[in-house]
């Protein structure tokens, strides 16, 4: 469904992804483990076309290149995102939200619908005429990600979902990200919370300094140790 290759990127004269490769299967769930700086969040914007990629860069999306595609065309082509910051709208109530993010699926799949959203998170179903600014941040997160599938997209990107939440409501959002994939939507998420990573992803990819540096299964990456003290210790 995606594929990545010489993806490079640059914050003014820092060049943070270095000829970038990586793939990931229709209807998988593909984690990015890396330190902070490591580029999981550049390269997830640089997907969405938040960060313009540089001349040469392949994004394929569906056999379709989408680098340098602005991030309207790239989101109406079937592409979810959910940034870690989550920006959602503090003034309208959860309903609100999820209706500014209402599109009809590209593929003539099942749509997914206000009521379909609430029994994938029961949290927002006693909440639906709450301001998003009187949530906290936990159903924040819930709320963005549910906008978002309100776009019915077939690939979701992930920003480090389980960041700064707590042990209870981590637990609900890996269940969500489990539902989501049951529903036939490949997702690409960032994170660095490994246990949290394990539970929900087919498969990891290491980056560190912009470059994809190991690939495989966890139970690989579970008889790596090395790889694990190289790359991901702090």
Not at 123 to 147: C, F, H, V, W, Y
Not at 173 to 189: D, S
Request: positive net charge; without cysteine; proline residues 6%.
């Amino acid at each position: 469904m995606l594929e990545i290759a010489h993806l490079n990127a640059f914050y003014g004269r820092a060049h943070i992804l270095r000829d970038l490769a990586l793939t990931v299967a229709r209807g998988e769930v593909l984690v990015l483990l890396g330190r902070n700086g490591a580029g999981k969040s550049t390269t997830l914007k640089s997907i969405i076309g938040l960060v313009r990629p540089a001349p040469g860069s392949s994004i394929r999306f569906a056999g379709r290149e989408i680098a340098g595609l602005a991030p309207h065309l790239i989101a109406r082509l079937g592409i979810g995102y959910v940034p870690e910051e989550r920006r959602i709208f503090t003034d309208l109530t959860v309903m609100e939200n999820l209706e500014v993010g209402r599109r009809p699926p590209p593929d003539g799949r099942e749509p997914w619908t206000p009521e379909r959203l609430f029994a994938l998170f029961p949290n927002l179903a006693r909440m639906k005429d709450r301001p998003g600014g009187r949530m906290s941040g936990g159903e924040q997160q819930m709320l963005t990600i549910a906008r978002t599938l309100m776009g019915n997209p077939t690939l979701l990107l992930l920003d480090e979902p389980s960041e700064g939440l707590a042990p209870v409501i981590v637990e609900q959002m890996a269940e969500a990200i489990a539902a989501v994939k049951r529903a036939g939507v490949t997702v690409l998420l960032s994170e660095q919370n490994l246990h949290f990573a394990a539970r929900v992803a087919d498969r990891a990819a290491i980056i560190e300094k912009g470059v994809i540096r190991w690939q495989g299964s966890f139970a690989d990456l579970d008889a790596a140790p090395e790889v694990k003290a190289q790359y991901l210790s702090v």
